[in-house]
């Protein structure tokens, strides 16, 4: 795989990094840019990582460089099971609940 940055420019970056999302995907560059690693495989077991996970990584490093690989996409996650007019309802009846008295 073709890298373009300098080992020097990853180690800045590689410093620069304040999560652990960019750290471990500019350290997999880091460590296939100095041989310290060979294969993906390699490279998986080393960062703790599926292959099939660093595979993906080394993908988005390709199509799309440093920017690609560094940008994180949020999850639209699963939709609501229950209305927003029923969340709502039940929220503010939380908030304000009603005293019943049984006599």
Request: net charge positive.
């Amino acid at each position: 795989m073709d890298i373009t940055e300098s080992v020097e420019e990853l180690k800045t970056l590689l410093a620069a990094q304040k999560t652990a999302f960019g750290k471990e995907r500019v350290q997999a560059l880091y460590l296939l840019k100095t041989k310290q690693v060979e294969t993906v495989q390699h490279l998986a077991i080393i960062l703790g990582r599926n292959r099939v996970t660093v595979q993906r990584w080394l993908r988005s490093y390709r199509n799309g460089g440093l920017s690609q690989l560094l940008s994180q996409y949020k999850s639209q996650g699963r939709p609501m099971l229950i209305s927003r007019l029923c969340n709502s309802i039940v929220k503010r009846r939380i908030e304000r609940p009603r005293r019943i008295s049984w006599l």
